[in-house]
C-alpha cells in the first residue's frame, strides 16, 4: 500500500523540520496577551534577537523552538507592534517547521486578529494567505480558489512582491489538486520569478516552489521532470535546511519507485530517513517508512517490507498522524499475507474500512486495486475478480467526484471574480453618486437633471444588461473549455482515460457485438521512448508523442476511439471488427507509427516503432469456456498489456494478439500470435 504523500506546508506558513510542540498556541496568547498588559521591561533590541533565532531555526528548530519559548515573554513584554507582528510569524514558522501544524495555523489566526486590529493590511492579508493554504490540505480546492480570487481583488493594491508571490504558489498548489497541472506549472514559474528576482523575501522560500512542483510531476505521474526539478534545488540551494533537505530525498525516492528503480529509490529514502531521525522530523520519518515499506512489497521483498512497516507504527502514532498509522497497518497487512499470514488480510480490510469511513476513496481505490492483485498472486481468482468489480465501482464514483471537482472549482472561481468585480463596481458607482450629489446644488436647471439621470439610468440599464449577455458568454465557455479539457489530454489532444471510462459505462447498454464482429483493443507502446527523453530532450518527447497521435487518428476509423493511455502509451478501440480484421487493424497501427521518421525542430530525423498487443471481446479462455460473460474491458486491458509485454521481450517492434488463455497448474499462460500468422 502507497504510504500517504509527503505534506508539503512550506508555501504560506514556510515549514521545516522539529518534533511537534506541545500547546503552543496557548503559550503565543499567555505571550501576546503578557505584550498587551506589558508588566514587564522589554529586552534591549528584541528585533535583533529575533533574527538570530529565524537564523539558528534553518539548522537547528528544536534549539530555536525552545529559545523563544523561554526568551518569549521578555522579548515581546511591553513591545511595539511590529515587534509582536515579527514574533508571531517567527513562532509560527517554528511550529509549522516541528511539524505542528494545527498550532501554526492557531498562531495564523492571532497574526490576522492582532493586524486587523492594528489596522495593518499587509499582515493582514501575508496571513489570510495562511488560510487558503489550509483549504488545500482540508481538500477543498474550489473554496481555496474561491478565497484567492477574493485575495486578490482585496490586496492586490499593496503592491506586496511577497504576497504576489504566496498568491501565485498557492494559485499553482489548488490547480494542481484538481488535476490542471498545465495552469498550476504556469503559476508556480511566476512564484518562481518573483523569489529569484527578490531572494530577501521571507515567504515562501524558492525551494519550496520546487518541491510542490516535484510533488506535483509526481502525482502527475510524470517521474523524470520531477527529477529534474530536485536535481535543481540541489544546485540551486547549496545549503538546504533538514527538512527541505529531507523533503528533497523523499520525492526523489518517490520518483524513482515511479520509474521502477527500486533500488535506487531505497537509497534516497534511506537518506531522508537518516535526516528524519537526526533532526527529529518524526513525521518525516513515519512517510518515509511507509514508502519504503511499499517499495519493498513491490519488490516482492516481503520480509523487509514487514521490518519497515513494524518501524513505521511507532513515528507515525506519536505524530499523531491517523493516514500515516493506517498506511503503515495496511502495508503490515500485505507483507503478512504475502508470507502466507491470513491475518493480514484482516488487517487490510479494517484499513479499508477506516478509509471508508473517513471518505478517503481514493487511498480505498488504491488499497482495492493492491488487494487484487494479493488474492491473484495468492491463486484465489473468484475473490480477487469480486476485489476489482469493488474496485471499479469506487473507481467510477471517483472519476464522477473528480469531474464535479473540477466544475465546483471553477465557478467558484468564476463567482468570486463577479463579487470582486460587482464590490469594485459598487465602489465606482458611490463615488460617481457622491460626485453628482456634490453638483446637485449646483445645478439650477431641474429639467436638464431630469433628462440628464433619465439618459444615465437608461445608459446604465443598457450597459448591465450587455455586460450580463457578456458574462453568460464567458461562462459558457469555460464550461465548453472544461469540459473538453476534462475528456482530451492536453498535449495530443486525443481522448483521456477518463472520456474512456465514461465510453466503457455506456458500452454495457450497447446492442450486442455480430457473431462474427468483436471490440478489439489494441494497447500500444512507444519503443525506446526514454532514450528519445535522454539524448534529445522532453521537447522532443513531447514532439514524438504529439506525432503519432496525429498518425494514429489519420490510420484509424472515425468510429475507432483513440487515446492516450498514460505516458508513451496509447490504446485504440474499435467496434465490429472480424476475426480476420484484427490482425490486419493491429499491423495498420504499427505500419502507421513506423511509415516515416519524426522531423524534429532543428533538422534531427528520429526513425521510431511502436510494439502493441491487442485482444477483442467477447473473449472465452481456453479453460472456463462458460465465463465469457464475466471477462470485462478492464481485464481485456490487463491481457492486452501481457501480450505487449511478451512483445517487448521478444525484440520490440512487433504486435501480439491474445488467441487464447490457460492456467495450467495454477500459472496464468496466454497463447499469442503475431498478426501476419493470422493474415
Given at each position: 500500500m502507497a504510504s500517504c504523500a509527503y505534506r508539503i506546508h512550506q508555501i504560506a506558513m514556510t515549514a521545516l523540520p522539529g518534533r511537534p510542540l506541545t500547546p503552543t498556541s496557548t503559550l503565543a496568547l499567555v505571550?501576546?496577551?503578557?505584550?498587551?498588559?506589558?508588566?514587564?521591561?522589554?529586552?534591549?533590541?528584541?528585533?535583533?534577537?529575533?533574527?538570530?533565532i529565524a537564523l539558528l531555526a534553518e539548522d537547528d528548530n528544536a534549539r530555536a523552538r525552545t529559545i523563544l519559548v523561554h526568551e518569549g515573554p521578555t522579548?515581546?513584554?511591553?513591545?511595539?507592534?511590529?515587534?509582536?507582528?515579527?514574533?508571531?510569524?517567527?513562532?509560527?514558522?517554528?511550529?509549522a517547521d516541528a511539524g505542528n501544524f494545527r498550532d501554526a495555523f492557531e498562531t495564523n489566526e492571532l497574526i490576522i486578529r492582532l493586524a486587523k486590529a492594528e489596522r495593518d493590511p499587509l499582515n493582514t492579508a501575508l496571513a489570510s494567505l495562511g488560510r487558503v493554504l489550509r483549504l488545500i490540505e482540508n481538500n477543498d480546492p474550489a473554496g481555496a480558489l474561491g478565497l484567492l480570487e477574493t485575495l486578490g481583488a482585496r490586496?492586490?493594491?499593496?503592491?506586496?512582491l511577497e504576497f504576489t508571490a504566496g498568491h501565485e504558489a498557492l494559485y499553482g498548489m489548488a490547480y494542481s489538486a484538481v488535476g490542471q497541472h498545465s495552469r498550476a506549472l504556469g503559476y508556480f514559474l511566476r512564484s518562481l520569478d518573483l523569489l529569484r528576482m527578490h531572494p530577501e523575501l521571507w515567504s515562501p522560500r524558492e525551494a519550496d516552489i520546487q518541491l510542490a512542483m516535484a510533488r506535483m510531476y509526481v502525482n502527475a505521474r510524470d517521474p523524470a521532470r520531477a527529477l529534474d526539478t530536485l536535481r535543481e534545488i540541489r544546485a540551486d540551494n547549496r545549503r538546504l535546511p533538514p527538512r527541505t533537505a529531507a523533503a528533497v530525498a523523499f520525492f526523489e525516492g518517490r520518483a524513482l519507485v515511479a520509474q521502477d528503480k527500486l533500488d535506487d529509490a531505497l537509497v534516497a529514502f534511506n537518506r531522508a530517513l537518516d535526516l528524519a531521525h537526526q533532526h527529529e522530523l518524526i513525521s518525516t520519518e513515519a512517510n518515509v517508512l511507509g514508502n519504503i515499506a511499499d517499495a519493498h512489497l513491490k519488490a516482492r521483498r516481503y520480509r523487509e517490507a514487514e521490518q519497515a512497516a513494524r518501524a513505521a507504527l511507532s513515528p507515525a502514532a506519536r505524530s499523531e498522524d491517523r493516514i500515516s498509522l493506517h498506511m503503515a497497518k495496511a502495508n503490515l497487512g500485505f507483507a503478512l499475507f504475502a508470507q502466507g499470514k491470513h491475518e493480514g488480510l484482516v488487517q487490510v480490510d479494517e484499513v479499508i474500512a477506516a478509509m471508508r469511513r473517513a471518505g478517503a476513496m481514493s487511498t480505498v481505490g488504491r488499497m482495492l486495486a493492491e488487494k487484487s492483485q494479493a488474492l491473484e498472486d495468492a491463486g484465489r481468482y473468484r475473490e480477487a475478480l469480486g476485489v476489482t468489480r469493488e474496485r471499479e465501482a469506487v473507481t467510477q464514483q471517483l472519476a464522477l467526484d473528480e469531474r464535479n471537482k473540477a466544475v465546483t472549482a471553477l465557478q467558484e472561481q468564476f463567482q468570486s471574480r463577479e463579487r470582486a468585480t460587482q464590490i469594485e463596481s459598487l465602489r465606482q458607482d458611490n463615488a460617481v453618486k457622491d460626485a453628482e450629489l456634490r453638483h446637485r446644488k449646483l445645478l439650477q436647471a431641474g429639467a436638464l437633471f431630469g433628462a440628464s439621470l433619465a439618459f444615465a439610468l437608461t445608459a446604465g440599464v443598457l450597459?448591465?444588461?450587455?455586460?450580463?449577455?457578456?458574462?453568460?458568454?464567458?461562462?459558457?465557455?469555460?464550461n465548453h473549455e472544461l469540459a473538453y479539457r476534462s475528456d482530451h489530454d492536453p498535449l495530443t489532444g486525443l481522448f483521456n482515460r477518463r472520456s474512456f471510462q465514461d465510453r466503457m459505462r455506456s458500452r454495457t447498454g450497447e446492442a450486442a457485438p455480430r457473431l462474427d464482429a468483436a471490440d478489439c483493443f489494441t494497447l500500444l507502446d512507444i519503443d525506446h521512448f526514454k532514450r528519445i527523453n535522454d539524448e534529445h530532450g522532453h521537447a522532443a518527447g513531447d514532439a514524438v508523442l504529439v506525432e503519432v497521435g496525429k498518425r494514429l487518428r489519420s490510420a484509424m476509423r472515425e468510429s475507432d476511439m483513440v487515446l492516450r493511455w498514460g505516458g508513451e502509451e496509447f490504446l485504440v478501440y474499435s467496434q465490429g471488427v472480424t476475426p480476420t480484421q484484427q490482425p490486419l487493424l493491429v499491423q495498420r497501427i504499427l505500419d502507421a507509427i513506423a511509415a516515416r521518421p519524426v522531423a524534429l525542430d532543428d533538422g534531427t530525423e528520429l526513425h521510431i516503432s511502436a510494439t502493441a498487443g491487442a485482444v477483442a471481446l467477447p473473449f472465452e479462455p481456453d479453460d472456463e469456456p462458460d465465463h465469457v460473460a464475466q471477462f470485462d474491458w478492464e481485464q481485456a486491458i490487463a491481457l492486452a498489456d501481457r501480450a505487449l509485454y511478451k512483445g517487448k521481450e521478444a525484440g520490440r517492434n512487433r504486435g501480439y494478439i491474445v488467441a487464447g488463455m490457460r492456467r495450467p497448474e495454477g500459472a496464468l499462460e496466454l497463447d499469442l500470435v503475431l498478426p501476419g500468422e493470422r493474415a
Open positions: 505571550l501576546l496577551a503578557a505584550a498587551l498588559a506589558g508588566p514587564a521591561q522589554a529586552a534591549p533590541d528584541p528585533r535583533t534577537r529575533l533574527g538570530e522579548l515581546i513584554a511591553a513591545a511595539p507592534y511590529p515587534v509582536r507582528i515579527q514574533y508571531l510569524r517567527l513562532l509560527r514558522r517554528v511550529q490586496y492586490r493594491a499593496l503592491g506586496s450597459w448591465m444588461y450587455r455586460k450580463s449577455v457578456r458574462t453568460s458568454r464567458r461562462l459558457a465557455d469555460l
